[in-house]
DNA sequence: TTTATTGGGGAAACTGGCGC
DNA sequence: GCGCCAGTTTCCCCAATAAA
């Protein structure tokens, strides 16, 4: 899927994409040999120039350099090829403010999911932050990066793939929720709630070191984090829809 | 309620095609 | 080869957004 993408590319609109698919270029390896066919002569020369770039990336396994290029609603274009660095990931915190703090952090990579909580093995994310490749999140840009950049003092990040971004572009606006009723996902009582209520369990645990309610807000972090699952593969089968077939000699 | 980031819209810059 | 026009891409700024 990454290699027939070519919006990637400094100079291509993901118009620009179309009409090349529809030109019968369907691979970067038929945009090397039909560029000069196909575009103009300064921007098949710019796209040659390219070529040797995005083909070392793919084989360094560079998420970061595509979904810096790929434009919003495409991003997860990469997904097929990073789908065993892929790690979902969302946080629970004590509110808002600066002064929060993160309480729980869940991580499902390659089907595993781990938590960490605080007070007990919060700090045991570190490492698994630092084997990370791609993130995925909701929102995250915004909310779950910023505040454990903040939390852990962490001065690099993990190529970011922000699902509410990639969702608004399919027409799937609002919050995780709502995205997940609408797609008819449903969540058990334990697993419902909001973020209010995160921050709730949380406080009502530390005062009254009751279990159950860690429980409660762990089952709603990681609940969270299988939706963000989810909802990714469903954008990316939207995406596939408008997608063309591999060429047969590609 | 606070926060930071992003996308969208408009303007500017660039490119290619066409006629002379 | 030059100039004009239309289409495409890039850049910048601000409003919208969703998180706990």
């Known amino acids: 899927m990454l290699t027939r993408s070519f919006c990637c590319f400094r100079g291509l609109s993901v118009e620009a994409e179309a009409m090349l698919w529809r030109r019968g270029c369907l691979s970067w390896r038929h945009l090397g040999i039909e560029a000069r066919r196909v575009l103009s002569p300064a921007k098949s020369a710019s796209v040659i120039e390219q070529l040797p770039l995005f083909k070392t990336a793919l084989e360094a396994r560079s998420a970061d350099f595509f979904v810096g290029r790929l434009p919003a609603g495409h991003r997860l274009r990469i997904f097929p090829a990073f789908v065993q660095d892929a790690a979902f990931l969302d946080i629970e915190t004590t509110g808002l403010s600066r002064q929060a703090v993160v309480t729980v952090i869940s991580v499902l990579q390659n089907g595993k999911m781990q938590t960490f909580v ?51 572009c399919w027409g799937l606006r ?57 909802l990714a593969r469903r954008i990316w089968k939207l995406s596939c829809q408008n997608y063309p077939a591999p060429h047969p000699a590609s």
């Open 118 to 168: 605080r007070g007990r093995n919060l700090h045991d994310f570190i490492q698994v932050w630092q084997g990370m490749r791609v993130v995925l999140t909701f929102n995250g840009a915004c909310f779950d990066l910023p505040f454990l950049m903040r939390e852990f003092g962490f001065s690099c990040k993990p190529a970011h793939i922000d699902l509410k971004h990639e969702a608004k």
């Open 174 to 230: 609002g919050g995780l929720k709502e995205i997940e009723s609408r797609l008819g996902y449903r969540r058990t009582d334990i697993e419902s709630g909001d973020g209010e209520k995160a921050v709730e369990l949380w406080e009502t645990y530390e005062m009254t070191g009751d279990a159950i309610h860690l429980q409660k807000l762990i089952a709603y972090n990681t609940c969270d984090v299988r939706s963000l699952e989810l």
